[in-house]
């Protein structure tokens, strides 16, 4: 079946640092997947952080980025300098159909990313 | 914009108990979620809707039942709780399935 890898938490970077979280996935679908991050910041509900459904683009989202290589079956979340209020769980997911109208989201286990001022 | 509830936010039962979570949303989606994340895991899908009144399992859906009588609302029930079960139950809608889901905020079961 499906599968989703990401960094696994938690991780801890300095306020103005540069941020990479892996992920990458395996997917069962001849199509090309479609791939998201989501994020759940504290005290409130996983929300979508960015996708992008076309491999070999770049998503962005509030300073972070996360380009779709089907070479390498990745999807890496970067961002160039974070903030204390970056500090949440991020998600990894990937999304495709299988079987007809079946569409299926597979998530990884999340990663914990805590911003030290 | 929209909002995704669920009620209630923290759910405490005994072994054997059935027990309802709830969930409303005022997106007009069609299509709603619910899943189940333990800790350290990823969510997995319990039970989804593309419609009123229509239910599809996913792959956790043993031990569950659903129900969606209105668009706006898709409640899961728990038929036998398990002793020492822990995890929190998330609802999410989209427009269609395949669309960006949006999740509420979680109810945490604890089965004592």
């Known amino acids: 079946g499906d599968s989703v890898t990401q960094t696994e938490g938690p991780v801890t970077v300095s306020e103005s640092e540069s941020l990479i979280i892996n992920c990458t996935y395996s997917?069962?679908?001849?199509?090309?997947?479609?791939l998201f991050w989501y994020v759940r910041y504290p005290g409130e509900g996983l929300q979508l952080l960015l996708k992008?459904?076309?491999?070999?683009q770049k998503g962005s989202s509030r300073g972070f980025e996360a380009t779709y290589n089907k070479e390498t079956t990745s999807f890496h979340l970067q961002k160039a300098s974070v903030q204390e209020s970056d500090s949440a769980v991020y998600y990894c997911?990937?999304?495709?159909?299988?079987?007809?109208?079946?569409?299926?989201?597979?998530f990884g286990k999340g990663t914990l990313l805590t911003v030290t001022p | 914009g929209g909002i995704i509830t669920q009620t209630p936010k923290f759910l405490i039962g005994q072994e054997g108990q059935k027990l309802t979570l709830k969930c409303q949303q005022n997106?007009?989606?069609?299509?709603m979620y619910w899943y189940r994340q333990d800790s350290g895991k990823g969510l997995r899908l319990i039970y989804y809707?593309?419609?009123?009144?229509?239910?599809q399992k996913g792959d956790l859906s043993e031990g569950y039942d659903a129900s969606r009588e209105k668009k706006s609302s898709f409640s899961l029930t728990v038929t036998s709780a398990q002793k020492n079960e822990m995890a929190v139950f998330l609802c999410?809608?989209?427009?269609?399935?395949?669309?960006?889901?949006?999740f509420g905020p979680g109810t945490r079961l604890l089965v004592l």
């Open positions: 997911a990937l999304g495709e159909y299988s079987g007809g109208s079946n569409y299926k989201l597979t």
């Open positions: 999410a809608s989209s427009i269609v399935r395949g669309d960006t889901q949006y």
């Open positions: 997106f007009n989606h069609d299509t």
């Open positions: 992008v459904i076309t491999a070999g």
């Open positions: 809707s593309i419609t009123e009144n229509d239910l």
């Open positions: 997917a069962t679908s001849i199509a090309y997947p479609n």
